[in-house]
C-alpha cells in the first residue's frame, strides 16, 4: 500500500510577507491602518473633551442645588467679556505667555547654537541628555524649589543680589515668568536644536569667508534657517504657560492668571469656569492662525 504524499506545510512567515506585500503595493491602506488608532485617540479624549467644554460652557447652574442646568445660554460668556477683571486677566496672561516665549528663545537659542555647532560632536549626547533631564522631575517638585529662589529677602535670588543693593523678586509676576520660563526652556531648546544640527555648516563657513560679522551671520543666516524651529517651540512655550495655573498659585502671590481663575470657579459654577477655559483657547487658535499665515511651520 502506497503512503500518500505528504501535505507542505507553507513556509513559515508566507501569510505576513503576503501581507507586507499587499499593504506595499497599497499605500493609503498602510496609511489608514497607522493613523486610525490615533486619530481615534484624538477625537475621543482631546476633541471631545474640548466640544464637552464648548458646550457646558452655554449652560447655567441652579442656584439651590448648585447643578448644571443644560438650557442654553448667553450670560456666562456675557459675563466673562463684561467684566473689565476677566480681560484684565486675560492680558496679564497672554503677557506672561509672551514674555515666557520670549526668555525661552533668549535662553534656548544660544544654548541650542551651542550644543549644535560648537559642542564638540562627542559631547552632545551628553549635553542634549542634560537639558532633557529636568523634565524627568516633578513639576510641582521644581516649582516649589523655585518657591525658594524667589522668596523674598531669604529666597536665593534676594541673597544674590543683596550685595548690588537690588531686592529679590519675590513673589508675582516676575517669579511667575522666571518659574515657568525655566519649566518649559527645554521644549524651546529641542527644536531649535533640531533645526541647527540640519543645517549644514557651510553656510556658516560661507557667511565667514564673505567677511560677515559673527553677529551678522546668526542674524542673516542662521535665524532665518531656524526660524520655524523657532516658532515651533514657541507653540510649546506659549500654549503651556497660556493654560498654568499652579505656578501662578505657589509663586504668583496674588497674580491671577486664567488658569486660576477657572480653579477657583470650577466647582462652584462649573458653566461659568468654561467659559473662563474658552478664552484661553480663542486666543491659541488666533495664535495658530497667525503663525500658519507666517508660513513659519510650512518648512518643518
Not at 523657532?230 to 488658569?259: C, E, K, P
Amino acid at each position: 500500500m502506497v503512503d500518500p504524499p505528504p501535505v507542505e506545510e507553507p513556509a513559515r512567515g508566507s501569510h505576513e510577507r503576503r501581507l507586507s506585500a499587499a499593504l506595499f503595493r497599497r499605500p493609503r491602506v498602510r496609511l489608514a491602518a497607522l493613523l486610525t488608532l490615533p486619530t481615534a485617540w484624538l477625537v475621543l479624549v482631546y476633541l471631545a473633551a474640548l466640544a464637552s467644554l464648548l458646550a457646558t460652557a452655554f449652560f447655567s447652574v441652579d442656584e439651590f442645588t448648585n447643578e448644571v442646568v443644560r438650557t442654553f445660554t448667553w450670560q456666562n460668556l456675557v459675563d466673562v467679556l463684561s467684566e473689565p477683571a476677566y480681560l484684565q486677566a486675560t492680558a496679564r496672561t497672554v503677557g506672561i505667555a509672551a514674555a515666557v516665549t520670549v526668555g525661552c528663545v533668549l535662553l534656548g537659542f544660544p544654548m541650542a547654537f551651542y550644543m549644535a555647532k560648537v559642542a564638540p560632536a562627542r559631547w552632545r549626547n551628553l549635553l542634549l541628555a542634560l537639558v532633557v533631564t529636568p523634565l524627568w522631575a516633578s513639576y510641582l517638585v521644581k516649582i516649589y524649589a523655585w518657591q525658594a529662589m524667589v522668596q523674598p529677602e531669604t529666597g536665593v535670588l534676594a541673597w544674590m543680589l543683596q550685595p548690588f543693593g537690588l531686592p529679590g523678586p519675590g513673589y508675582g509676576i516676575t517669579a511667575t515668568v522666571l518659574t515657568l520660563t525655566y519649566l518649559w526652556l527645554p521644549y524651546m531648546i529641542l527644536p531649535v536644536y533640531a533645526g541647527l544640527e540640519r543645517m549644514p555648516d557651510s553656510l556658516i563657513d560661507a557667511s565667514g569667508d564673505l567677511g560677515a560679522h559673527p553677529a551678522r551671520t546668526v542674524r542673516s543666516v542662521v535665524v532665518p534657517v531656524v526660524y520655524p524651529s523657532i516658532v515651533a517651540g514657541s507653540v510649546f512655550t506659549f500654549s503651556l504657560s497660556l493654560g498654568d495655573y499652579i505656578t501662578a498659585q505657589i509663586v504668583g502671590g496674588r497674580t491671577q492668571m486664567l488658569g486660576t481663575i477657572v480653579y477657583q470657579n470650577y466647582t462652584s459654577s462649573l458653566p461659568f469656569a468654561a467659559a473662563v477655559a474658552l478664552l484661553p483657547v480663542a486666543v491659541m487658535v488666533v495664535y495658530l492662525m497667525l503663525v500658519r499665515r507666517t508660513g513659519a511651520l510650512d518648512n518643518l
